[in-house]
């Protein structure tokens, strides 16, 4: 049950000063930061963590989003895949990033509850993109960049354990005691 998850803050993120605000939300729900750094991402390692793989993916989402606010699209899934992806790596470039690993007790789902929605605009008050995201992904793609939602998040459970090996070498990453380890053991 003790797992771990890639979080990244993005460059919105780390530009409209939330680092702070935003690793708090995670300590203070019990999660032990076991890596962290702050990088420069190359749009060939972007490429690595949002894989061509995802075009339809994104493509499929998007629409569906776009449909959901009674826009009507006349692009196929990989079309607009394509350029959702395309966005998203100029985005994810753009300004540094920190990337994380947390540690805790069914960690991937707790991150994922407290990042809320993808789409900013769709995001619970409490979550940290319904509190902090300013904009909805219709509006960044109607002004042509990656939508801004600040966070990555691991998917799951084998998700995280690639993503991070690919963001972390294993001597980056920390074992030691945290205070609340008596309280889940």
Known sequence: MIERSLVLLKPDAVQRGLVGKIITRFENAGLKIVGMKMLWVSKEFAGK???ESLINIMGKKSIEELEDLG??????EE???????????EFITEAPLIAIVLEGVHAV???RKMVGNTS????????IRGDFSTISMLYANKRGFGGRNLVHASGNVEEAKQEI????KPEELHEYKHV??????
């Open 79 to 89: 079309e607009i895949g394509r350029q959702a992806r395309e966005d998203l790596l």
């Open 180 to 185: 609340n380890e008596p309280h889940v053991q």
């Open 49 to 51: 963590h949002y894989p």
């Open 120 to 127: 900013p605009h769709k995001a619970n008050p409490g979550t």
């Open 165 to 168: 090996s690919k963001w972390f």
């Open 109 to 111: 789902s707790m991150i």
């Open 71 to 76: 826009i009507k699209i006349d692009k196929s």
